[in-house]
């Protein structure tokens, strides 16, 4: 399989602080991966440098053969309409109706009639386990788990080959947690996408990801599949996963 992402010797920096330095990984078509470490080693931050929502210091990212280092406004224009994100909270606007809300992308960056766009939402809706009513609601008269799901549907809208989740369980229940781990998969097979995602959630990192980068101490301290993640040294590996492999 051939990579689809690949970070290059990333260093970024924050003021006087340094987040990552050296920092290196690649992503493989068609894989689910999750980028894991302790709080505050710039998991998340790594995912925005991916999408290009934040800037790093030195080194290079790739997504989808583009160098994000010299990208010119047309080609990353074109790139961001091929991957969707989802963010931690959701971000829907709440102005605006979920149908609203899934049909923005395609009326801002395509140039599909109204009757096309129709079908394309109530069918995003459908994939993501919404029901039709659901589409009037605002953001502020569902719960977070609808609110997970329809902000999903909106990421999906532009047919993108590259999915990115921000800690997607985060704020769910159990049993919310534990249906949206098997949408992920569904949607995965179902859409053929390569999905990045940041997570905490250790039930959801193993049921779902096929292999993970695990960020300590400004650097990859491992990646690979978590078969072989308790051969690890690293601290922050043997407090996360102590428990799940005795």
């Not at 050296?22 to 790594?46: A, D, F, Q, V």
Request: hydrophobic fraction near 40%; glycine fraction near 6%; charged fraction near 25%.
């Amino acid at each position: 399989m051939k990579n689809v992402i690949e970070v290059k010797n990333l260093k970024t920096v924050f003021g006087n602080r340094i987040i990552h330095n050296g920092l290196n990984l690649s992503i493989k078509e068609g894989e689910i991966y999750g980028l894991l470490g302790p709080s505050g080693c710039g998991k998340t931050t790594l995912l925005r440098e991916m999408v290009m929502l934040e800037c790093y210091a030195e080194g290079e990212i790739n997504v989808l053969e583009y160098s994000l280092n010299n990208i010119n406004r047309d080609d990353a224009q074109n790139l961001r309409q091929k991957w969707g994100v989802l963010f931690q909270a959701g971000a829907l606007f709440s102005s605006l109706n979920l149908y609203e809300n899934v049909a923005l992308p395609l009326q801002e960056y395509t140039k599909l009639s109204d009757s096309m766009i129709d079908e394309i939402v109530r069918f995003k809706i459908n994939l993501v386990g919404l029901k039709p009513n659901d589409a009037f609601l605002y953001p502020s008269q569902i719960s977070g788990g609808m609110k997970k799901k329809a902000a999903l549907a909106r990421s999906l809208a532009m047919d993108p080959k590259l999915l990115f989740l921000d800690e997607p369980t985060s704020g769910l229940d159990p049993v919310s947690a534990r249906e949206f781990d098997k949408l992920i998969l569904n949607l995965r097979s179902f859409l053929d996408l390569t999905i990045v995602m940041v997570s905490h959630d250790l039930r959801s990192i193993y049921d779902t990801l096929d292999r993970v980068a695990i960020i300590d101490n400004k650097k990859i301290a491992y990646e690979g599949s978590l078969e072989n993640i308790h051969l690890q040294k690293s601290e922050f590996i043997q407090t996360f996963f102590g428990s799940s492999y005795e």
